[in-house]
């Protein structure tokens, strides 16, 4: 299948520091991907769709001034978490569409976000 | 809004089958997918079927769909220990492929 990578898989940050998370495509273009959080032991929350060369479309409850998007590429789309606290340590997981219709999304591998 | 629901555990020897199951509400749902997540990773595209079939085998992967029952499942044949993980059902409507994730099913397989 499509590979999609993300970096870093691990980061630890202090409250009040600012962490970007990359989502690369490696083998296809996508003008859109998907960025998903997980907390423990549940399933994936949807936060935002990415758009290439326009804005982000964020769930509702996903605070857009606190989880930047840029999708500058049609293969790249970060996410930075701005001024970060505890609570929002977690898991996040980007994903990608491609194949016919865009009927497979392909995941990253995650990124263990430890906010002290 | 929609939503997919999954039982939270299941347990199997080594070399029976596993049946996992998934209810959805959403009967505009064009695609039902099976992920698979190992511990610490991302998610693995197992297979997935569209909304006008009602089976779709691939190896040891057989899932079936009812689609006026909103029920879709996922059959894992001669299951192997290495096949120990949680595993997601999900369903995408739009074109681009948002998905919304079922709550997942642990799998654990006993020797």
């Known amino acids: 299948g499509a590979v999609v990578s993300q970096h870093p898989s691990r980061v630890i940050c202090k409250s009040g520091t600012s962490v970007k998370i990359e989502c690369r495509s490696l083998?296809?273009?996508?003008?859109?991907m998907f960025w998903y959080r997980q907390f423990p032991k549940q399933s994936l929350m949807l936060m935002a769709t990415s758009n290439e060369g326009s804005k982000a479309t964020y769930e509702q409850g996903v605070e857009k001034d606190k989880f930047l998007i840029n999708h500058a590429s049609l293969t790249l789309s970060t996410l930075t978490v701005t001024s970060a606290h505890p609570e929002d340590s977690s898991f996040y997981i980007c994903s990608a569409p491609t194949g016919t219709l865009n009927t497979e999304a392909f995941f990253g591998q995650g990124t263990r976000l430890t906010v002290v | 809004g929609e939503d997919v629901e999954q039982s939270l555990f299941l347990s199997v020897r080594e070399g029976d089958s596993s049946v996992i199951n998934c209810t959805y509400t959403?009967?505009?749902?064009?695609?039902l997918y099976w992920y698979k997540q190992e511990p610490g990773a991302g998610l693995q595209l197992l297979t997935y079927?569209?909304?006008?079939?009602d089976m779709k085998q691939d190896q040891r992967l057989t899932v079936l769909l009812n689609k006026k029952d909103k029920h879709l499942s996922l059959r894992i044949a001669d299951t192997q220990t290495g096949d120990s993980a949680i595993y997601f059902c999900a369903e995408g409507t739009g074109g681009g492929n948002k998905l919304t994730f079922g709550t997942g099913t642990q799998l654990k397989v006993e020797l």
């Open positions: 959403d009967s505009s749902s064009t695609y």
């Open positions: 079927i569209f909304s006008n079939m």
């Open positions: 083998d296809f273009q996508a003008t859109t």
